[in-house]
């Protein structure tokens, strides 16, 4: 089965010698005799953002808790921040940062108590590299839970109590972070300020994220890679502009002329753009190149792993993959 994989420029020799913070090789989960994961394969490095999207039951959810070391898999090599997770200790977990679908949380808790309890146990573990834990009002200004932070936790609404999911996986400044579905029940300002905070600590502290979610739009804008599984398998990996390029390599030029409209789809925009102009200048108005969205790619990768055609998707960019 084929992985379309987009690579860019070759990295530098210093980046190069740079061991990944993840990397999953062969991973295999069997339940019984159904194989949840068949061979999935990926890596990540410090301060990247890699966003796992798959359809309900392709296993994402199973492979972030194999990395987390809560489950232990059927077969394959894994490693995160050098270790494997099978066989992590207290000070390689406390390196990590875990945002759950749910958990069971101390409702009589205030936010604040809670909070700074939690981020005593990563005390010992700071590093003069890396001081942990987080200050306890700066986290909570991270997450907007400032208006709550002397509430009770029974007493926060859905969003809010997501924001403390968050604030509760990043009190230990990890090194990486595991995000499993984090803006469920968030409205548009938290998924926005969620968005600048996982900004901040991929660009300012070096953390490198994983999270799965089944909102495209944000996957988009959060991934430097996003990877697509199905069928047990990674069966994409690369930038959303990068896997829309190798899905669909059309692209459609809108634009009007004299008070008419066209379209053209073409597989170069840019030298299409630039000849147009060159013909017509200051005439062309209403200029718009479109390439298929992420949506678009997503459900043709999915599409055609469901078809079975995954095969000629491999023969089609396997010069790309090697």
Known sequence: MGVLRVLSEPPAADAEAEAPVIDVRGLHMRY???????????????????????????GKTTTIEI???????????????????????????????????????????????????LGRYYAPYSTPERRRPLDTDELIDMVGLREQASQKISSLSGGQRRRLDVAVGIVGRPEVLFLDEPTAGFDPQ??????????????????????TTHDLDEAEKLADRILILAGGRIVADGSADQLARQV?????????????????????????????????????????VRRASLEDTYMALV???????????????GEAAR
Do not use: C
């Open 303 to 317: 599409r055609r792993h469901e078809e079975g055609r995954d095969p000629a998707a491999g023969a089609e960019f």
């Open 248 to 288: 669909s390599g059309q692209a459609q030029v809108r634009w009007s002329r004299g008070g008419e409209h066209y379209v053209h789809s073409t597989g170069d925009a840019t030298r299409f753009v630039r000849e147009l102009l060159a013909q017509h200048g200051e005439e062309v108005a209403d200029l718009e």
């Open 32 to 58: 019984g005799t159904t194989d949840v994961l068949a061979g999935v394969g990926f890596d990540a490095r410090r301060g990247e953002v890699l966003v796992l999207l798959g359809p309900n039951g392709a």
């Open 67 to 117: 990395l987390e070391g809560f489950r232990t898999r059927s077969a394959g090599e894994v490693s995160v921040l050098g270790v494997d997770p099978a066989a992590g200790d207290e000070r390689w977990r406390a390196r990590l940062g875990v945002v759950l679908q749910s958990w069971r949380d101390h409702g009589r808790w205030k936010v604040r108590e809670l909070l700074h309890d």
């Open 190 to 211: 938290a998924r926005r300020d969620f968005h600048d905070v996982v900004h901040r600590l991929s660009d300012m502290e070096d953390v490198t994220i994983l999270l």
